[in-house]
């Protein structure tokens, strides 16, 4: 079956604009997550989201937010964009009946 | 007490050796330890993963070794082969409401990498 597709794959992005990402899941998977990888930080819980709800959110800003639509796709947006948001964005999914998380290949993000 | 500490930052094996990566946690409602192999330009890929109700899980080259008592667990990669460079990562994490694995607690990777 296909995996989780993460698009697009590379953003370059001008300070203080907004982006948003998309991650569509593996048929069937209701619970999606995104994660932030930096070389400094390591990866990252922004939040996850269960059939359209946000059940856990990470400790970031209020410029990242996300949704998930009645499809499990998911979006995540991140508004006045800083260097610091330079990184690689990384969606997973999963479904109670699997064990563990399949991850996508991210959306790198370069803000310049 | 969300951490997962993990070391060695970086190993370097030679071909045929074993690769010994080690991760250990504070909290005691973690309650699904998964690894994960990371290749440049991929997404972290699901390699192994334990319940702490087990002190040992092997998949072909893999094991994982837990220690309940001490908190800590490890990954050992048997007859490490070149293609098993990669970066990998211990994670861990509980279930809300048994329905889906919650939040990912990662470790902060260790970069493998075996000579030929």
């Known amino acids: 079956k296909a995996g989780v597709t993460q698009t697009p794959r590379y953003l370059i992005k001008t300070r203080g604009q907004q982006v948003t990402l998309s991650c569509s899941p593996i048929?069937?998977?209701?619970?999606v997550s995104w994660y932030q990888q930096t070389p400094g930080q390591g990866l990252q819980f922004l939040f996850e989201?269960?059939?359209?709800?946000?059940?856990n959110k990470g400790n970031f800003p209020g410029r990242f937010s996300g949704r998930q639509f009645s499809n499990s796709r998911s979006e995540m947006n991140v508004s006045t964009l800083e260097l610091g948001d330079s990184a690689l964005y990384l969606c997973?999914?999963?479904?109670?009946?699997?064990?563990?998380?399949?991850f996508g290949s991210g959306t790198r993000l370069t803000v310049v | 007490q969300q951490q997962v500490k993990q070391s060695p930052q970086s190993l370097i094996v030679q071909k045929g050796g074993i690769s010994i990566i080690n991760c250990a946690y504070e909290?005691?409602?973690?309650?699904?330890f998964p690894w994960y192999q990371q290749f440049p330009g991929k997404g972290p890929a699901l390699l192994i993963a334990?319940?702490?109700?087990?002190s040992e899980k092997k998949e072909g080259r893999f094991t994982i070794s837990f220690n309940k008592s001490a908190k800590q667990f490890s990954l050992h990669i048997m007859d490490s082969q070149p293609g098993d460079s990669a970066t990998y990562f211990c994670?861990?994490?509980?279930?809300?409401?048994?329905?889906?694995?919650?939040?990912?607690?990662f470790g902060q990777g260790t970069i493998l990498t075996v000579h030929p």
């Open positions: 994670a861990a994490t509980s279930r809300p409401g048994g329905t889906s694995y919650g939040k990912l607690t």
């Open positions: 048929s069937g998977h209701r619970s």
């Open positions: 989201y269960f059939s359209e709800t946000q059940r």
């Open positions: 909290n005691t409602a973690f309650d699904y």
């Open positions: 997973a999914s999963s479904s109670p009946s699997e064990h563990g998380y399949t």
């Open positions: 334990i319940r702490p109700d087990v």
